[in-house]
């Protein structure tokens, strides 16, 4: 006991092509639960078209329709093992407790090992996609990145990584993770290596509390200002309310929004993040990509959300997640144009799954070089942000408009290319 069963988690297949795939997840309930196991779809690609959650405060059962959206056939046997490992221990549902699973739960706020691959290549057209298209195939978490290219065209990469599969420390893991990426580069490859990292090279995932030099902390506000600077189309309804009548125990929380990549998954982290939890909800997605959403839910504290300060601080953060999840921006700096992508990281310091391989991919489609490229965390406030900074090739402008390379980020951050 203990572990969850194959029962836990069942995934259907569509009856037809055109139908969704179901997941139904069926475990112990915790704060927050909605928002790892959305995580992970989001990570495998898959979005959400409708979703269905209900709990009596010990367990729960949830129930997914997602779709495939262009990236690889999804691997549905790993897509279950790892919305397993998400899913609480059974024993935890009553409350018993024993050295199994606290130990599992010891194990789980560990942090993982951070693993240092570097390698050289020469460098062509969308190589640093290529290359986190084939880490994100083999599980491995990039936390940090720094890419840069020699004049006489090498790239010189370096990665700081994460394995899901916690066995980067084994020989044959490590070989294999460089085997596929000289797969993958061929004859450009020159030297590829994986070895742990040093404390004072992972010490540089922390958090730092100065933004880069093109980056204001106007530009990381999360306050819900207007729709002027919105990623969502402008004809979209966006509208979030908090509703006490309707329920003696619980409130509810009412959406209305256009649909995007993950916006499922940032509704519940936002909620995880307040620390409220859910007891029942709807989540249904049209086929005009408007979206309707009733959550029934109640504080850590069992209570309903009754304080006006508190409604509206929470109503503003979704409005801000809803309308503006990623921001984006492109800028000068002397001879050098700089894209900058940001968001923000969940509170148990998480990031927001496939931000590089969107980018990148992106820049991939618009055929534009990335000759210097880094992955940081700042704090504004008291919160962390995940900021990506590419530097464009000298001839980006040869292949397309800044407003364009703006454009085509941000539709491929939020699902819309």
Avoid at 100 to 105: G, K, L
Wanted: charged share 25%; proline share 5%; with cysteine.
């Amino acid at each position: 006991m203990g572990i969850p069963s194959d029962d836990a988690v069942i995934i259907r297949p569509p009856e037809t092509p055109q139908d969704p795939s179901l997941i139904t997840v069926s475990c112990p309930d915790k704060t927050g639960l909605g928002c790892d196991l959305c995580r992970v779809i989001l990570l495998f690609g898959l979005s959400i078209v409708r979703g269905d959650f209900s709990t009596d405060g010990k367990w729960c059962y949830v129930l997914f329709w997602v779709v495939e959206r262009g990236r690889k056939a999804t691997r549905w046997d790993l897509l279950k093992k790892r919305l397993m490992a998400t899913c609480p221990p059974a024993l935890s549902a009553f409350g018993i407790e024993n050295y199994f699973s606290r130990h599992q739960e010891t194990a789980a706020e560990q942090k993982p090992q951070i693993f240092l691959l570097q390698f050289s290549c020469y460098d062509r057209m969308g190589l640093l996609h290529d290359v986190t298209e084939v880490l994100c195939e083999l599980e491995l978490i990039i936390r940090r990145v720094k890419v840069s290219t020699t004049p006489d065209g090498r790239v010189m990469d370096l990665f700081l990584i994460t394995d899901t599969r916690e066995l980067l420390h084994t020989k044959n893991r490590r070989e294999e993770a460089c085997a596929q990426l000289i797969a993958v580069l061929g004859d450009s490859m020159c030297s590829c290596n994986i070895e742990p990292a040093k404390e004072e090279i992972a010490l540089c995932l922390e958090a730092s509390s100065s933004l880069p030099p093109s980056m204001t902390e106007d530009m990381l506000s999360l306050e819900y200002r207007d729709e002027s600077s919105s990623s969502v189309p402008r004809s979209s309804v966006l509208s979030v309310s908090v509703d006490n009548s309707l329920s003696h125990a619980h409130s509810l929380i009412q959406i209305q929004c256009h649909d995007h990549k993950g916006l499922l998954y940032d509704i519940m982290r936002t909620l995880k993040d307040y620390n409220i939890q859910i007891s029942y909800g709807r989540f249904n997605a049209a086929e005009n990509r408007s979206c309707d959403l009733d959550l029934f839910v109640m504080q850590h504290d069992g209570k309903k959300i009754v304080d006006p300060n508190k409604q509206n601080a929470l109503c503003s953060r979704l409005k801000m997640e809803l309308s503006c999840p990623l921001r984006v921006s492109l800028v000068s700096r002397g001879p050098d144009t700089e894209l900058l992508v940001a968001n923000p990281v969940e509170l148990c310091g998480k990031g927001r799954p496939l931000v590089f391989y969107d980018i990148t991919h992106a820049l991939k489609m618009l055929k534009i070089r990335i000759f210097l490229a880094e992955i940081g965390r700042h704090a504004v406030g008291d919160r962390e942000w995940e900021v990506y900074r590419v530097h464009l090739g000298d001839d980006h402008e040869l292949s397309a408009s800044r407003d364009k390379i703006v454009k085509g980020v941000t539709k491929m951050l939020m699902g819309w290319h």
